[in-house]
């Protein structure tokens, strides 16, 4: 199901990009706080700045030169990580909806309208991450995931991976990827082929949209045929999604969200022995 006439806001970039002040250290002191596991700090992919607009949304004024504009952006991530980091984190996700979106046909072809060539914005955006995590410590994780929307238990986009798999598994220097794999919207497992070896997937294969609890032998099953394209030891299994990415959350209960955390626990120990 397609969702009911919300559309995410097009961002303006209207000046200079600099790091004005921290954004997420606050939020990562107090979780740290409250956790015995590693917390993990999930922030909008730098994609996100460009991706819907494009070359309009951006002040021409103040970047004549597009190259500039991504030099400018990576810089202000660059801060903001080293800022995380410096306060302890070690576990960063970058969420990115550009990357899954461009896996749809009716997406490619507005990015086509706004002036983008779709095949080449995935290296575009390959080379932006990779200029803001290159230079991480080598005790800080990055995952990245690919959302195709989460608006009250809707989407925005669908599509399998397969136009984008080889720049994304090769070509973004992350350690590990969050696939939404939950429906036919995602396609099939053939993409996961071009995963080098050192790399992790986790699958995405538990709704968070639905308060239907899947089938515990289906999930195995599922993550057998995954399986068929790299290796199992290099996967993992969580929910496609957040419970909610807005303040109006998802069509499920605060209970219905336990039980599917729980079924994503029970999964994991059936397949690999530990949770």
Known sequence: MATDGFTPPVLSVTGKLRHVKDIQVADF????????????????????????????SIDINSYPDMDEFFHDLAVAYREEIDHLYKAGLRYLQLDDTNLAYLCDPKMRAAAVERGEDPNELPRTYAALINSVIDNRPDDLTVGIHLCRGNYRSTWFAE????????????????DAYFLEYDDERSGDFAPLRFVPKEKMVVLGIVSSKTRELEDIDDLCRRIDEAAQYMPLDNLCVSPQCGFSSTHHGNDLTHEDQWRKLELVVNTAVKVWGTA
Do not use: D
């Open 29 to 56: 002191n107090f979780l740290k706080s409250v956790v015995t596991q590693t917390p993990k700090v999930s922030i909008p992919s730098p994609t996100m700045i460009h991706f819907r607009g494009g070359r309009k």
């Open 159 to 174: 599509g399998g991976y397969e136009p984008v798999a080889e720049v994304l598994f090769n070509e973004i220097n992350v």
